[in-house]
C-alpha cells in the first residue's frame, strides 16, 4: 500500500486529508487501518474501516475530527483530519489486510511507508 498525499505542516485547528492507495492490491476487500507514531512514543491505532466501509472505529482522542472512508472505484482509503491540535503530529501509516478487522498492528499484512504530519504554529 502506499500514502498517496504526503504529510507536512499544518496550522492547530487546520485540516488535511490523507489517501492510502493499493500498489498492486485491490483494497476492495480489505480492511484498512490508520496508525501513527509520534516522537518518542509507541505506534497507536488511529482508525480502521472495514472491506465494505459499513464498519468504522476510531480511538478516542480523534472521534468528531478524523473521518476515515473509502473509495473502491478508486482503490483508495482517506483519512480526513480536521481541528488538528499539536498532540497529532506524527508519523501516519495506512495499513492493510483482507481477512482481519481491528485495532493491533499485528493484524496488519500491509504496511504503507509512513507520512509525516507536522502540527505546529
Known amino acids: 500500500v502506499q500514502l498517496r498525499r504526503r504529510g507536512g505542516l499544518v496550522q492547530p485547528g487546520g485540516s488535511l486529508r490523507l489517501s492510502c492507495t493499493g500498489s498492486?492490491?485491490?483494497?476492495?476487500?480489505?480492511?484498512i487501518a490508520w496508525y501513527r507514531q509520534a516522537p518518542g512514543k509507541e505506534r497507536e491505532f488511529v482508525s480502521v474501516?472495514?472491506?465494505?466501509?459499513?464498519?468504522?472505529d476510531y480511538t478516542n482522542s480523534v472521534k468528531g475530527r478524523f473521518t476515515i472512508s473509502r473509495d473502491n472505484a478508486k482503490n483508495t482509503v482517506y483519512l480526513q483530519m480536521d481541528s488538528l491540535k499539536p498532540e497529532d503530529t506524527a508519523i501516519y501509516y495506512c495499513a492493510a489486510d483482507p481477512e482481519r478487522y481491528g485495532v493491533v498492528p499485528a493484524l496488519y499484512t500491509y504496511w504503507g511507508q509512513g507520512t509525516l504530519v507536522t502540527v505546529s504554529s
Open positions: 474501516i472495514s472491506g465494505s466501509g459499513r464498519r468504522t
Open positions: 498492486g492490491l485491490t483494497l476492495d476487500y480489505y480492511a
